[in-house]
């Protein structure tokens, strides 16, 4: 969010300096500062959407200043080409081919520097959140693991408490803290900013009392479940249980299902459908006159949607007829049964857009977790706990798990993946599908996880 703000500043400041530069007889013309104010609005938001869609507010990119650059300038690119079209389109003499270029060069400048100071201090000591946590078992044990392999970003664990009672205490002698009086002067010694509760096993050995007072003093007690839904934006499925389900103001079937979503499926769908269409005829013609015209353009598969109803997903054939012979089967990270249009397609995304006629139809939704086969379905119940859960809203072509987690093919990226999955599924808004619209932009731009 901070960053979204200083470089919506640096936009706007660029943009208005060479406007300012280009009308240098701005005091004695009947333009002013207020009537560039639109002129500014747009540059400043098309230059976001653009930046947006290219991933670049993802924290995960502070560890890759290379990768950052690389994203940065093609975001610039974009940006700069849609508001050279807007210019062409629109009657105005004020945003000239000189005083786009000159807004972008200021523009790139401000923006490289922006992130250069931000990234510098995303790991200062001063901005961390200093987290005190209870429990020192397994719980506590992942949560260490998270802060230390660099998942959870601005967190400094300074210690573990351990409890009374628990049977497993498998954190490392030395991080371990032992009040020498209680729980309320360690976090004033500390200056501890939140509590974090990670018990195995709550029952009759939480010091409620000295927590509660801690609270009541302006320290933020968080359950370990909440605390890495904020900070990972996914659901711990091991540190979850149906009772922190059915008491979350999430997870509403109501609200995966209204009227709203259906409306914004079918605008969105009428419009890509229309937009897409002559990659849809060019897609159709390379692939029939890859296989001499003897094979078919569109690929059916049985998928599981909402509440386990059976339906054909269509796809653009990405592999050969006889891909299945042996059997369902995970695709492979060099699968040798990938044509090479298939292989191109399906590393663009482009072999999904024929789902936009089962988002049509109201089989799929826009945006949600993606169908798995009944093959896969059956085993991963069995496997991943709450699994079937992600089946009581319609699947999406494309999802919070698709721009967050890589491409997955096996039983334990399918419990990862569910865990962004729930997070959508209690957290759904209009706004975080939007989010997910944009930043399935840059997992098409950048190929992350094709196969």
């Known amino acids: 969010m901070w960053l979204g703000v200083g470089e919506s500043l640096v936009l706007a400041s660029s943009c ?10 701005l005091l004695h013309t009947s333009i002013t500062a207020t009537t560039l104010t639109p002129y500014i609005a747009g540059f400043v938001t098309i230059m976001l959407l653009s930046l947006f869609a290219s991933g670049l507010y993802q924290l995960k990119l502070a560890n890759n200043l290379p990768r950052t650059m690389i994203r940065l300038s093609a975001g610039v690119l974009g940006g700069t080409l849609l508001i050279a079209m807007m210019a062409q389109l629109l009657p105005t003499e004020v945003l000239t081919t000189a005083v786009i270029g000159r ?37 506590a044990k992942q949560l260490d693991f998270d802060v230390q392999s660099g998942l959870l970003k601005g967190v400094n664990l300074r210690g573990f408490v351990p409890i009374e009672n628990q049977k497993t205490s498998i954190i ?48 933020r007690v968080t359950a370990l479940l909440d605390f890495l839904e904020r900070h990972t934006g996914a659901i711990a499925v091991d540190s979850l249980n149906p009772s922190a389900m059915i008491f979350s103001d999430g997870y ?12 914004f499926d079918l605008v969105i769908s009428t419009l890509l459908l229309i937009t897409a269409l002559p990659v849809l005829t060019i897609t159709t ?9 003897k094979a078919p353009i569109l690929y059916r598969q049985q998928r599981v949607g909402k509440y386990g109803k059976q339906f054909s997903v269509l796809k653009f054939r990405s ?14 990270a060099e699968d040798l049964r990938i044509t090479t249009v298939g292989r191109f397609i399906r590393q663009t995304r482009i072999d999904e857009l024929p789902q936009l006629l089962n988002v049509f ?34 699947p999406g072509i494309t999802g919070w798990a698709q721009v967050c987690y890589p ?32 930043q399935t932009v840059q997992v098409c731009i950048w190929r992350q996880g094709a196969r």
Not at 285 to 293: D, F, N, T
């Open 16 to 25: 208005y300096i060479a406007l300012s530069l280009a009308l240098s007889d």
């Open 103 to 139: 807004s972008i060069t200021i523009a790139l400048l401000g923006l490289v520097g922006t992130r250069l100071v931000f990234y510098s201090l995303c790991d200062a000591p001063a901005l961390q959140r200093q987290v005190l946590v209870i429990g020192s078992g397994i719980q």
């Open 172 to 219: 490392h002698q030395q991080n371990l803290i032992i009040p020498e009086t209680d729980i309320l002067g360690l976090v004033a010694e500390l200056d501890i900013d939140e509590i974090v509760i990670a018990l195995d096993d709550r029952r009759g050995v939480l010091p409620a009392e000295q927590i509660l007072a801690c609270k009541m003093r302006g320290t």
């Open 252 to 263: 509403s079937g109501a609200a995966l299902g209204n009227w709203k979503k259906r409306t």
């Open 285 to 293: 013609l390379a692939i029939w006159i890859e296989s001499g015209g």
């Open 319 to 332: 592999m050969r007829t006889d891909a299945e012979k042996n059997g369902a089967q995970w695709a492979a």
């Open 361 to 394: 139809k109201g089989e799929m939704s826009f945006v949600g977790p993606r169908p798995e086969r009944p093959e896969f379905v059956a085993d991963l119940k069995k496997s991943v706990p709450f699994y079937d859960i992600r089946h009581n809203t319609l």
């Open 407 to 438: 491409y997955g093919a096996s039983v334990d990226d399918a419990r990862r993946k569910l865990q962004y999955d729930l997070y959508y599924m209690k957290n759904h808004s209009l706004f975080l599908d939007l989010t997910i619209l944009f």
